[in-house]
């Protein structure tokens, strides 16, 4: 495959061409000019398009291309993740739009997609011995006699037909005949590779067709030749010398990745020295139009480059700082301070090893993020100065508008909120109960110059962790830190929902699975004793009026049983009839809990009947934390609602 790489990004243009060259022939332009001239003239199985490029950019070169009728398939790559610029690149032609930072195995699957999705070529007939393969109508014959193949079975034979003297892995088959979105388990190649040749025994076949490379793949025995003589494809050489399809690997990825780290590291170095630069002006008040428009083309770079070469902390201070220095205007004093603080995490940032991709995806390798939101400069350069003696990632916020901004990109730990940072005290505890309501799982410590019982009583009630009085040392602060973050062990805890509503299960799953609950969710009553036994759940959520067994028959059916008649059990119903409510309880309910459900409510009476469960040693389960338990989810940052779970009161 021809592939046309254009990037004006040394650093990121040689990771992809070193990726992608060892499978595909690459030919890079560097600005839009080029890349149109090249794109009209060579025929390319694919264009990589960076959007922001010198003379003509990405989208314009889209949009042209597009507009001369040419179907080359287009995967847009850049630092631009407004969902308006995605837009803008989709609506301009682009068959996919990735975001940097980006790790390289995805890049190359979202490749490996668009280049078989743009593949028009129409089969031709191939005959391999006794088999046949009709492109045309996509069927394969064995003597004659037509096999009934799945449409992956069909997939995986056929590409072995079109391809004889290549041996492929498991992982190789995937990536040409999966989604991204649908990926297989290596164990589910094996099943269909299994139903492929019971198929061929089936037919006729006194041969294993398929013949297994261990260590390597899969590849086609050499071809008998059929009664006629025809054998359309060179029998393939049984040395090793067999070409093997594999992707490139994780582990690859990050060798080359380190490669080019130390020999860009010195120009990332210039970089940095070009926002110094920008400081010093920015304080001086001698900021210049092109010092401004060099400082935005800097950053923007370091968003994309720096993720890719193991510093996702680093992309997003830049970000940041682009953020600031994005509206032709002069910078706020707080503003001006917070870019200095950027520059000077950013370079704390880059004198650390890069992170490979490998030790990314390792829990025990990411050092805990700490948001220390205050205007106290003095403190927080003693926080950021032990930070990392430590074994914490510290990063900080002047005000309130770029910790909002920190909250959602930097994803932190713990955050420790300086309450004088707002307006006035009174805004500070109004604004420390909004980010608790935003961010409900995120422990939150507080600092403050106040020391009222009413100010003590108000970040109580917010739900923050700790309370410090100003003036505190640095060993207090981490002190504190210390026991916000230690960890909380997971619990395993099983939740069996059973309702007749679709979309009632669907929202119950969705609102209790971020709390580390496994949810398994049952339509049809009809197999309650059946996913009971299979699940053993530590928690029942059963409806009242069902189809078939009604939530109070099922109710009593556990009760009646010796291995389950300590299971929680909570009604939810529209039903608020007395009569109703004693016959539940009567049956063996916990809990009764009516429908509309308040998500804030379900979620605290199914943890507290977990608790209760817990603290008296019943279930398989285990958890030396007491509820409320942070969601496991890496992105589980949710605004807490008090909305009705179902759309409307349904009255079951």
């Not at 010092?291 to 968003?303: C, G, M, N």
């Not at 026991?483 to 395993?492: D, N, Y």
């Amino acid at each position: 495959m021809k592939i046309l790489l254009v990037e004006d990004d040394p650093a990121i243009r040689l990771l992809i061409e070193k990726a992608l060259s060892a499978n595909h022939t690459v030919e890079v332009a560097e600005e839009g000019r080029s890349a149109l001239a090249l794109a009209e003239r060579i025929d390319y199985d694919l264009l990589i398009l960076d959007i922001g490029l010198p003379e003509i950019d990405g989208i314009s070169v889209c949009k042209q291309l597009r507009t001369q009728g040419c179907q080359l398939p287009i995967l847009l790559l850049t630092a631009r993740d407004g969902v308006s610029d995605r837009v803008l690149g989709l609506d301009a032609g682009a068959d996919d739009y990735m975001v940097k930072p980006f790790h390289v195995p995805e890049l190359l699957a979202r490749i490996r997609a668009l280049l078989r999705r743009g593949s028009t070529t129409v089969d031709s007939t191939v005959i391999w011995g006794e088999l046949q393969l009709d492109g045309l109508t996509h069927e394969i014959h064995y003597r004659d006699q037509l096999l009934r193949f799945t449409p992956k079975e069909y997939g995986i034979l056929a590409l072995l037909l079109r391809h004889p003297n290549q041996i492929f892995s498991r992982s190789a088959l995937i990536d040409r005949l999966w989604e991204l979105e649908e990926t297989p388990t290596e164990s589910a190649i094996s099943s269909h590779i299994k139903a492929i040749r019971q198929k061929l025994k089936a037919a006729g076949a006194t041969q294993d067709l398929i013949e297994t490379i261990y260590g390597f793949g899969y590849r086609l025995r050499s071809a008998i030749p059929s009664p006629s003589g025809a054998v359309e494809t060179v029998t393939p050489d049984s040395q090793a010398a067999a070409v093997l399809e594999t992707g490139f690997s994780q582990e690859a990825a990050d060798t080359v990745m380190v490669e080019l780290w130390e020999r860009f590291k010195d120009s990332f170095n210039l970089q940095l020295d070009v926002l110094d630069q920008v400081v010093s002006a920015v304080q001086s008040g001698s900021l210049t139009a092109a010092l401004r428009q060099e400082a935005k083309q800097t950053v923007h770079k370091l968003v994309g480059s720096l993720g890719v070469y193991g510093f996702p902390h680093g992309s997003v201070l830049a970000r940041q700082m682009e953020d600031l220095l994005h509206p032709v205007r002069s910078l706020e004093a707080a503003e001006k301070q917070q870019l200095a603080q950027y520059v000077l995490a950013l370079r704390q940032e880059m004198s650390q090893p890069p992170q490979t991709m490998a030790s990314s995806f390792t829990p025990t390798t990411r050092l805990p993020r700490v948001l220390v939101v205050g205007d106290d400069t003095a403190l927080t350069e003693r926080l950021q100065a032990e930070a990392a003696a430590r074994s914490l990632h510290l990063a900080t916020a002047s005000n309130p508008v770029a910790a909002r901004l920190m909250l959602d990109r930097y994803r932190p730990d713990v955050l420790l909120l300086d309450l004088t940072v707002a307006d006035t005290h009174e805004d500070g505890l109004n604004w420390l109960e909004t980010l608790k309501q935003q961010y409900p799982q995120l422990p939150m410590l507080v600092f403050t110059g106040q020391d009222s019982l009413s100010d003590r009583i108000a970040v109580a009630r917010s739900g923050a962790q700790a309370f410090l009085q100003k003036p505190v040392t640095v060993e207090q602060i981490f002190q504190a830190l210390q026991v916000a973050l230690k960890p909380k062990p997971s619990t395993t805890a099983k939740v069996l929902v059973v309702d007749d509503d679709p979309i009632i299960l669907h929202r119950l799953s969705v609102v209790l699975s971020p709390w580390g609950l496994q949810v398994t969710t049952l339509l049809d009553p009809d197999r309650f004793w059946e996913v009971l036994t299979r699940t053993a759940p530590d928690l029942l959520l059963l409806d009242i009026e069902m189809p078939g067994f009604s939530g109070i028959e099922l109710c009593e059916v556990v009760r009646h049983d010796s291995q389950w008649g300590n299971l929680p059990i909570l009604f939810l119903t529209a039903h608020q009839e007395v009569d109703m409510i004693v016959q539940a309880f009567a049956a063996g309910g916990d809990d009764y809990i009516r429908k509309p459900i308040l998500e804030a409510e379900l979620v605290a009476r199914v943890l507290n009947r977990l608790e209760g469960r817990r603290k008296r040693g019943v279930g398989g389960w285990e958890s030396e934390q007491p509820y409320p338990i942070a969601p496991s989810s890496p992105h589980a940052y949710g605004h807490t609602r008090q909305t009705p779970i179902t759309q409307s009161a349904i009255a079951h």
